[in-house]
């Protein structure tokens, strides 16, 4: 099955700086990687995500890119602010197959990402 | 749009009971839910994948006659802990997504104590 291993575990980082929190998968027919951000006491939600066929995407502050051969994609924050305290997931899934695994995410452990104002 | 619901927030209940956690899709139908365990500062974990109109599939490790799942519409799926014991007590928290491989939609999830 698929692996996704999540670095780092922690991030603290000083409000305007930029955070890197980086993802490798073991399933070369992953597909689609989402990141969640989940906050406090809060639902996961989705901050944004990619599939395989991209190779980078943007949304404002916030960007993904993907490298296929080497199986990794990763999250950058920009110019952090203290409400992007969080924790970040990423995941990884497939859609090869109709049966009940496709679309099963996989997820990382999990980064615990502190601004300091 | 894809709002999902889960129900109770949270709960409290005695060794030996059983108890029912709703989750429903509010504005799409969804063929698939998941069913996650998460752990103080930990990941998700699933638990299963609840499938509508079958079976769910569970993963492994996971107890299927204790944590009995039901996918009754594509609108609904429920887990019921069953005999809780103090170890259950987690936090459970379901997805849904509209079609495979999309954005999970994620209930606010279920603190469950047992006491």
């Known amino acids: 099955g698929e692996n996704v291993e999540q670095h780092p575990s922690t991030l603290s980082v000083q409000e305007g700086d930029s955070a890197v929190i980086k993802c490798t998968y073991s399933?070369?027919?992953?597909?689609?990687f989402p990141w969640y951000k989940q906050e406090l006491g809060k639902r996961p939600q989705l901050i944004i995500d990619?599939?395989?066929?991209?190779g980078e995407k943007k949304d404002q502050r916030i960007a993904v890119t993907l490298n296929k051969t080497a199986k990794h994609f990763s999250l950058h924050i920009t110019e952090t602010q203290p409400e992007d305290s969080a924790v970040y997931f990423c995941a990884a899934s497939h859609d090869r197959d109709l049966n009940t695994n496709a679309g099963k995410s996989t997820f990382g452990d999990g980064t615990t990402l502190t601004v300091k104002p | 749009g894809a709002v999902v619901s889960q129900h109770p927030s949270w709960v409290i209940c005695k060794s030996g009971t059983s108890v029912k956690i709703e989750c429903r899709s509010l504005?799409?139908?969804?063929?698939?839910m998941f069913w996650y365990r998460q752990f103080p500062k930990q990941s998700l974990m699933l638990m299963a994948t609840?499938?509508?109109?079958?079976?769910?599939?569970?993963e492994q490790g996971v107890e299927k006659d204790k944590f009995l799942i039901n996918h009754a519409s594509l609108t609904l799926s429920t887990l019921t802990v069953t005999s809780a014991h103090p170890e259950d007590s987690s936090f459970y928290i379901c997805?849904?997504?509209?079609?495979?491989?999309?954005?999970?939609?994620f209930g606010n999830g279920t603190r469950l104590t047992v006491t």
């Open positions: 399933d070369s027919a992953s597909n689609y």
């Open positions: 504005d799409f139908q969804a063929t698939t």
């Open positions: 997805s849904a997504s509209r079609t495979y491989n999309s954005p999970l939609h």
């Open positions: 609840s499938n509508e109109g079958s079976k769910a599939t569970y």
């Open positions: 990619i599939r395989s066929n991209v």
